[in-house]
């Protein structure tokens, strides 16, 4: 089945600088890879998709690439801000009614 | 959008005792609905899976008597912890797929904190 793995675990970065979390996937069959935020106690929301026809996906702050020769796809946010400090976790999916399968999470931490 | 009603969002219970966690889409039939656990600072690990109508496919290490789900409805999913115990102890969620077979999004539910006494 398919294995996501995602690193860094924790990241903290000052306030104004860019944060990058990367995740790397197993099967290649997999053709969706969304990002998803979560505060504590709180369901997972989710922040910016992408599609394996897709390469790159830009919404204001938040980016994400996907290169699919090489089975990996990353998050990037630009001038990060205190509220977007959360965990922030990636996931792959083959179809619409398979689950995600989930990284183990990135605890972001952005110090004003 | 799609909106997952979960109920109860927080529940204490005795130890032995079991607990229903509900799960109902508003606005849309949701063909396959997903449970997931997540332990504190842990990722989210699918338990099982639920196709209206049908028996639900368990993960593996997940105990079907344990954790009872109902799919009965394509707009109502229940998980059941039976007999449960302190380990039992973690945050629940569902996430429902709207359309079988196309990549629509999932849609989670608000979670279910459990905590056993």
């Known amino acids: 089945g398919e294995n996501v793995e995602q690193h860094p675990s924790t990241l903290s970065v000052q306030e104004g600088d860019s944060a990058v979390i990367k995740c790397t996937y197993s099967?290649?069959?997999?053709?969706?890879f969304p990002w998803y935020k979560q505060e504590l106690g709180k369901r997972p929301q989710l922040i910016i998709d992408?599609?394996?026809?897709?390469g790159e996906k830009k919404d204001q702050r938040i980016a994400v690439t996907l290169n699919k020769t090489a089975k990996h796809f990353s998050l990037h946010i630009t001038e990060t801000q205190p509220e977007d400090s959360a965990v922030y976790f990636c996931?792959?999916?083959?179809?619409?009614?398979?689950?995600?399968?989930f990284g183990k999470g990135t605890r972001l931490s952005v110090i004003a | 959008g799609a909106v997952v009603s979960q109920h109860p969002s927080w529940v204490i219970c005795k130890s032995g005792t079991s607990v229903k966690i509900e799960c109902r889409s508003l606005?849309?039939?949701?063909?396959?609905m997903f449970w997931y656990r997540q332990f504190p600072k842990q990722s989210l690990m699918l338990m099982a899976t639920?196709?209206?109508?049908?028996?639900?496919?368990?993960e593996q290490g997940v105990e079907k008597d344990k954790f009872l789900i109902n799919h009965a409805s394509l707009t109502l999913s229940t998980l059941t912890v039976t007999s449960a115990h302190p380990e039992d102890s973690s945050f629940y969620i569902c996430?429902?797929?709207?359309?079988?077979?196309?990549?629509?999004?999932?849609?989670f539910g608000s979670g279910t904190r459990l905590t056993v006494v």
């Open positions: 996430s429902a797929s709207e359309k079988a077979g196309v990549i629509s999004g999932y849609t």
């Open positions: 099967d290649s069959a997999s053709n969706y």
């Open positions: 639920s196709n209206e109508g049908s028996k639900a496919t368990y």
């Open positions: 992408i599609r394996s026809n897709v």
């Open positions: 606005d849309f039939q949701a063909t396959t």
């Open positions: 996931a792959a999916d083959l179809s619409g009614n398979t689950p995600l399968v």
